[in-house]
């Protein structure tokens, strides 16, 4: 249950979240469950109260490297099968040293399935709540942008052309709104993976017999966590389905970061990302400046889905222990975790830097000599002679524009003036309202307010 963090490694994956399954953060909370086991034991009569405390005294030790050999467990879970095993030896040994006696107690009824999936829930518990905290920060941000950027006019693009007018708050506030899902999404599996697994070497906790109920009670209550009804070691639907909502995470931070890429290009230029030292540059153009946060997050976008089709994959467990399927999981979640994290973290600092161009959005506005508003004119003509009609007759005032590279406006003034049955249907003035883009947003400022309505409601 470790995670590579070599040189590029670090662009892409949360640092702090990386630190947690780091050797060490793993083994820290391997230690964790072995001394609350103890405790609980001892509380229930199962082991000496002595042997617990010294069991607990080794665990808390300030330096893991005076209790476990890390490079040592690494290498012997070749042949063992997993890190547990070596781990339990070290520790046993590590007990023995203090109190000879207490050794004899260590890991006592448990399996070591039921120490490495106990110590990812203690590790994923802290990868959702800096996830929350985070994606309370990239929400804040929307929110600010939507408010700001409410009546900020700009083009809406559908298969990357002009489509119609929008307003870059609405495009914000779905961003926003996207964001609040996946937090509902995820406050909502936390509870649901914050789960003790104890179910000793079948599943049965055979080894404590009648006492085990209560232990395994007291042991839940050590922890923090909820005692299932029965040990879920090859049923993984919990956490696959935590997979699943990080992955979809990711997928929705992409979207943003593919929005601001694609807006931040050069011949676009209505974004910006934060510019600063070192940020952005390149070892040859020094006039350049990368959208390297975004790129950073479509990298985890690109790479997380195929991590969570592995955990999918293997759902699909033998009986009572796994051959395979979650031995498959060690590396693969928390990779989706540092991804998912390092992506959002990229967001928050895009976010609140980004530099938004109006006056940008406004020239893109009017490339096209107000094409961008043909449907309005052509429903406008519509109400007075019928849809297709109009239809036929804005087309042809489009098509005329764009081949004198004159606004729209007048062409559909010379189109309509070309024939006495059309030519007194919409006057100057309603040809003026028409070509204005702030005239034909539709419900995009109401969307605004009330996805921010909604959202500040939500924060009370």
Known sequence: MTILSGLTEQIYSDPDIMGLFSSTG?????LRVEAALAR?????????????????????GENIDGILDVGEIAAASVLAGNIAIPFVKQLTAAVRKADPEAARYVHWGATSQDVLDTALVLQLQQVVAQ??????????????????????????RTWLQHALPTTFGLKTAGWLEALARAQHRLRHDAPQIALLQFGGAAGTLASLADAAPAVAGAFAKELGLALPDMPWHTHRDRLVDMAATL???TGTLGK???DVSLMAQTEVGELSEPGGPGRGGSSTMPHKRNPVASA??????????????????AMVQEHERALGGWQAEWDVLPQICALSGGALRHLVNMLDGLEVHPARMARNLDATNGLILAEAYALALGARIGRLEAHELIERASQEAARRNCPLKISVREVLAKHEETRELLSDHDLDLL??????????????????????SSQD
């Open 296 to 313: 950073a997050i479509l990298a985890a976008a690109t790479r997380v889905p195929p991590l969570v089709s592995t955990l999918l994959s």
């Open 40 to 60: 609980a034991e001892a509380g229930c009569g199962v082991i000496p109260e002595s042997a617990a405390r010294s069991i607990h005294d080794v665990c808390h």
């Open 26 to 30: 793993t083994l820290r909370q391997m």
């Open 131 to 156: 996830i929350d905290q985070d994606l309370g920060a990239a929400q804040a941000a929307c929110a600010r942008l939507t408010a700001a950027h409410r009546d900020t006019i700009m083009v809406g």
């Open 247 to 249: 992955g979809i995470l």
């Open 435 to 456: 070509g204005d883009p702030a005239n034909y947003v539709g419900e995009a400022y109401s969307v605004c307010d009330r996805v921010l309505a909604s959202w500040t």
């Open 256 to 258: 943003i970061a593919r």
